[in-house]
């Protein structure tokens, strides 16, 4: 299919290549790519989406192999966003970008990792992965001869720091973080209005493959079992229809029938609700998505009222679970003595990270230091960030 023959394709609420803001640093158009294609493919090729394999989503990467990482689950939620997007006539290829980015900026350790680098950092602005994947996007990557970052399209940047709605206003006594009010300053995101469609898609098809997912590994680690699933309003309904249609069918055969029935009708009620507000409001171009006063990609208000006993179950009985607090605490402590350590000690940094820090002014100045160590920790993988510890801390430990 030629590039004109699949524009031609897309709804017109879509957003198009060939209206595209384009990119911060003038480029070439591809003969073969649009520039979403390109975005798509320069975040797969990027050194930050590798190292999501060894990064946590819930469990820790050595508890096993058949769990979630980040990457895993960045696959899963691309996958789900661009079938919900072929369906409604959404530029897929912008809807796969977002998803495989938008959680390029986490932490070791998943939550608990940011929630140790954020308090480390509540004295020189805070951190959050949605203001670190900005970063890695728009500075941190350095593939490119001429530009930092990825150059990414308009479009792409606004649906990874958007995706979960506008920015803008934001509660009394709250600022933006660093990165997006820096990079606000050099280009407009838009930030008071609701991400393109295919930014929304995302962000739910995130919400899907979380949601599903994280029961599928709770239940694999044995932190609850199917009988407590099946009195939840969503599951229990699925379970039943499962083991009436299949009689006696074995523990992981089940849970898998259940989950895959479930994603598909999350996303079916997802599809119904979407096209009823479609109809509704009439949206005629990406800009009226975005000009609109509510998002016009949305779960039903029965699926979303059926979504808050999972969620708290999840909550309660998964990340809360005392196996998964342990664990997150060694992974906090491990984050609070690395960070105080460069801090104190910046010459234990690596020799480029130390260039980097005379270069920018961060021997003297506090703020400009810390920043380049959360960079430094953020960027570490699970397994990074616990042999770099033992090597700092361990005497034993090869340096």
Known sequence: MTADMYQAQLAPYACHPAHSRGRLVREDESPTRSCFQRDRDRIVHSGAFRKLKYKTQVFIYHEGDYYRTRLT?????????????????????????????????????????????????????GFSHNDQALRILTRLEHRYAGFDGLNLTWEALEGVVKHNGPLLPLPDGQGLPTTIRAFQDAWDLELHTNPGAEAQVAALADDIAYNNHDIDDGLRAGLFDMDEVAELPLFGPIVREVCDRYPGLERGRLIHE??????????????????????????????EVRAAGRPVVAFSDRMLEEQRPLRAFLRQRMYRHYRVNREMSKCKRVVRALFQLFMDEPNCLPTQWQAD??????????????????????????????????RLFDMDAKT
């Open 357 to 390: 820090l005379a270069a920018t002014g961060g021997e003297t100045d506090l703020t400009v230091r810390a920043r380049l160590v959360a960079d430094y920790i953020a960027g570490m993988t699970d397994r990074f960030a616990l042999a770099e510890y033992s």
């Open 258 to 287: 259940t989950v895959r029935r479930l994603i598909d009708r999350m996303a079916t009620d997802l599809l119904t609700e979407t096209r009823a507000r479609l109809a509704g409001m009439k949206p005629g171009s990406a800009a």
């Open 73 to 125: 689950h960045s696959l899963e939620v691309a996958q789900i966003a661009r079938s919900i997007s072929r369906t409604l006539g959404l530029n897929e290829d912008l809807a796969e970008a977002v998803a495989l980015a938008h959680d390029l900026g986490h932490t070791p350790f998943g939550h608990a990792g940011e929630i140790a680098l954020n308090a480390c950092m509540e004295p020189y602005g």
